[in-house]
């Protein structure tokens, strides 16, 4: 079974940086479509990035466009997510879903918290 850990989150000031990471074991992500999700108390969760299995195609929402970046390498089965220019209302806990291509089996890390000062 694919269990996911995510990992860089933390305290940062308006403006700052954070790359985060969602590293997998007990599988490969090779064969997974991931998706960076967000969630704020009250909020329902909100899918941010996502990625395909091999690497070659990304989206954005539009809240995050041009100032995140999603990245993967299937070598290390991680995927990361570069967080620049970040804003008080990136506040959240962030996770990583990945969804297995073949069998659509979800599978979810236990979130890291990105909390940004102004």
């Known amino acids: 079974q694919l269990r996911l850990v995510e990992s860089g989150g933390g305290l940062v000031q308006f403006g700052g940086s954070l790359n985060l990471s969602c590293a997998a074991s007990?599988?490969?992500?090779?064969?997974?479509?991931i998706v960076w999700f967000r969630q704020t108390p009250g909020k329902e969760r909100e899918g941010i990035s996502c990625i395909s299995a091999s690497g070659t195609n990304a989206n954005y929402a539009d809240s995050v466009k041009g100032r995140f970046t999603i990245s993967r390498d299937n070598a290390k089965d991680t995927v990361y997510l570069q967080m620049n220019d970040l804003r008080p209302d990136d506040t959240a806990m962030y996770y990583c879903?990945?969804?297995?291509?073949?069998?659509?089996?979800?599978?979810w890390g236990q979130g890291t918290q990105v909390t940004v000062s102004s």
């Open positions: 007990g599988g490969a992500l090779d064969y997974n479509y």
């Open positions: 879903n990945a969804k297995q291509v073949l069998t659509g089996t979800n599978y």
